[in-house]
């Protein structure tokens, strides 16, 4: 304990002194003791105060913010299961299973063709030791041999591939296909581009999109059409209860966002937002989107 102190106008640079002296003797944390918490209606009695950027509640702790962490072509800001694309890559079943087809006739597309003999032997006798009729149309196997040809049953599968008798556990189509696609770069036909779950499509890290100002974050920003981010910048009682050293600091940042946002704006490029894809874009307009942002 470092101090008992009531709270009151007269004892502030005593408490100043108290909490400078508490946070270096526990290294930047603190605890603070109201004994009258209910008479003073707060919530609890203990109040955990840290230097450090941790949250004791959830166990979590934050790298000091900077301004590439805002930045998804910075390892610092980009999510790091997308590597800030915002998409993720996945396996198209559609793409990979012709459903139309028996698996003698190559419905699974990834294991059937040149060079394939081993999965094609593989899966063969798969089948044949399953009672998975190769000459039946996939679609209208039996919805457990379906799940069996494509995430496997647990069980070893005996099979001749040249000359060599082998003996194997059949993992799966799925998992066959994702170990192909690890080394073979010609198997993009089978993907599928898909939102990527952990970032929402937003490109960032969770801890980037956990800073928000006004209730917004950075993803809240760019998902608005300009013209109302715009128009969120130029009203004067957006940022209006910040103090006057607030305002001082914010001052040229957010000058140059609201000259930024006019100049898109004044082109036409209202309707557009900052996080569309530019691949649905036109040359014309990319370039002068393009420009403004370099």
């Given at each position: 304990?470092?101090?008992?102190?009531?709270?009151?106008?007269?004892?502030r640079?005593?408490?100043?002194?108290?909490?400078?002296?508490?946070?270096?003797?526990?290294?930047g944390?603190l605890?603070i003791?109201v004994?009258?918490f209910?008479e003073?209606?707060?919530e609890?009695q203990?109040?955990?105060?840290?230097?450090?950027?941790?949250?004791?509640?959830?166990k979590?702790?934050f790298e000091?913010?900077?301004?590439?962490s805002?930045?998804f072509?910075?390892p610092?800001?980009?999510?790091?299961?997308?590597?800030?694309?915002?998409i993720r890559?996945?396996?198209?079943l559609?793409?990979?299973?012709?459903s139309?087809?028996?698996?003698?006739?190559g419905?699974?597309?990834?294991?059937?063709?040149?060079?394939?003999?081993?999965?094609?032997?593989?899966?063969?006798?798969?089948?044949?030791?399953?009672?998975?009729?190769?000459?039946?149309?996939?679609?209208?196997?039996?919805?457990?041999?379906?799940?069996?040809?494509l995430?496997g049953?647990?069980?070893s599968?005996?099979?001749t591939?040249?000359?060599?008798?082998?003996?194997?556990?059949?993992?799966?189509?799925?998992?066959?296909?994702?170990d192909?696609?690890k080394?073979?770069k010609?198997?993009?036909?089978?993907?599928?581009?898909?939102?990527?779950?952990?970032c929402?499509g937003?490109?960032?890290?969770?801890?980037s999109?956990?800073?928000?100002?006004?209730?917004?974050n950075?993803?809240?920003?760019?998902?608005?059409?300009i013209?109302k981010?715009?128009a969120y910048?130029?009203d004067?009682?957006?940022?209006?209860?910040?103090?006057?050293?607030?305002k001082?600091?914010?001052?040229?940042?957010?000058?140059?966002?609201y000259?930024?946002?006019?100049?898109?704006?004044d082109?036409?490029?209202?309707y557009?937002?900052?996080?569309?894809?530019?691949r649905?874009i036109?040359?014309?307009?990319?370039?002068?989107?393009?420009?403004?942002l370099?």
């Amino acid at each position: 304990m470092v101090d008992r102190v009531v709270v009151k106008e007269e004892s502030r640079d005593r408490i100043g002194q108290d909490v400078e002296k508490a946070l270096k003797e526990s290294y930047g944390e603190l605890e603070i003791e109201v004994l009258n918490f209910e008479e003073v209606d707060f919530e609890r009695q203990h109040m955990h105060y840290s230097e450090h950027l941790a949250c004791f509640d959830c166990k979590l702790s934050f790298e000091p913010l900077e301004p590439v962490s805002f930045s998804f072509n910075s390892p610092k800001g980009a999510c790091p299961a997308c590597d800030g694309l915002g998409i993720r890559y996945a396996i198209d079943l559609k793409k990979v299973i012709d459903s139309a087809l028996c698996i003698e006739k190559g419905a699974v597309r990834v294991m059937y063709g040149f060079n394939k003999s081993y999965y094609t032997k593989f899966l063969n006798a798969f089948c044949e030791q399953n009672d998975i009729n190769v000459k039946t149309p996939y679609g209208e196997l039996e919805s457990h041999q379906q799940k069996a040809i494509l995430y496997g049953n647990g069980g070893s599968v005996d099979f001749t591939w040249k000359r060599h008798n082998l003996k194997r556990e059949w993992p799966g189509v799925v998992k066959f296909a994702h170990d192909m696609f690890k080394d073979e770069k010609d198997l993009s036909e089978y993907m599928t581009e898909k939102v990527c779950d952990k970032c929402d499509g937003h490109r960032l890290r969770p801890r980037s999109l956990a800073v928000k100002i006004e209730g917004k974050n950075i993803a809240d920003i760019i998902s608005m059409p300009i013209e109302k981010s715009y128009a969120y910048f130029a009203d004067e009682n957006t940022f209006s209860h910040l103090s006057d050293q607030q305002k001082m600091i914010a001052q040229s940042i957010l000058k140059e966002l609201y000259e930024r946002l006019y100049f898109l704006f004044d082109v036409g490029l209202g309707y557009i937002t900052l996080n569309r894809d530019a691949r649905s874009i036109s040359e014309e307009k990319h370039s002068v989107y393009a420009s403004l942002l370099r």
